[in-house]
């Protein structure tokens, strides 16, 4: 499994960057999600998290023994994940308020930002 990742997590930002470089709004958003997914995993494969205890000293040591849990990459993914959510929503938002102004998803078309009044 270790083995596959790097081909993984390397296939998932070639397909983010490759479709945030298309012209369409729908496909920039995408992009942007795959290429959290592909950080997370980035994250979660460095961090070689293990399936150990919990990162608890026991009152009869004065340290850790391995193997232990290491709480920090975890932390850093959950947080990760939700930042990826926030900039998702706000993404989704600006495809909307940019295709009401301009009638198009397409970035090329989109030279102002003024609404045009019938």
């Known amino acids: 499994m270790e083995d596959i990742l790097p081909f993984l997590i390397g ?3 070639a397909g983010g ?10 496909k920039l958003i995408i992009g942007l999600i795959i290429l959290g997914y592909a950080s997370n995993l980035l994250l979660f ?3 070689r998290v293990t399936r150990g205890a919990p990162p ?3 009152e009869e040591a ?9 709480p920090l990459p975890q932390a850093l993914i959950l947080t990760a994940i ?7 929503a706000f993404a ?3 495809i909307k308020v940019g295709y009401q102004a301009g009638d198009t998803d397409d970035l090329d ?3 102002t930002t003024d609404r045009l009044e019938d």
Do not use: M, W
Not at 17 to 26: A, C, E, G, K, M
Not at 82 to 88: A, N, S
């Open 82 to 88: 939700v930042i990826g959510f926030g900039i998702q």
């Open 17 to 26: 960057i490759y479709l945030i470089l298309h012209r369409s709004f729908v």
């Open 45 to 47: 494969t460095i961090s």
């Open 56 to 58: 608890l000293i026991p």
């Open 11 to 13: 296939g998932l930002y």
């Open 109 to 111: 078309d989109l030279n």
């Open 62 to 70: 004065s340290q850790l023994t391995e193997p232990f849990a290491d």
């Open 92 to 94: 989704i938002v600006l």
